[in-house]
């Protein structure tokens, strides 16, 4: 088990008005996961993503899979 701590990050892309998400890639290789939380509420709930869940998303979001916002 290890002790490593989330490293928030949010992408240059984000300012969009506080639409934004951040993730700690930094777990990916430790842990397997890639955490999700909202980047306007850091002590809210964080939603853990496998790293082949997390890479089939990004994967959507380049194609265009999810359309635009």
């Known amino acids: 088990m ?3 701590t989330p490293r ?3 992408s240059s892309y984000s300012d969009n008005g506080g ?3 951040e993730i700690a890639a930094n777990l990916a ?3 397997g996961v890639v955490p999700v939380r909202d980047s306007k509420d850091p002590h809210g709930p964080v939603l853990d993503f ?3 869940e997390f890479a089939a998303f990004v ?3 380049k ?3 999810f359309g635009t916002v």
């Open 8 to 10: 928030w990050f949010k």
């Open 63 to 65: 194609s265009g899979d």
């Open 59 to 61: 994967a959507g979001i």
């Open 29 to 31: 290789g430790s842990r």
């Open 2 to 4: 290890t002790t490593e």
């Open 50 to 52: 496998s790293t082949t």
């Open 19 to 21: 639409t934004c998400v």
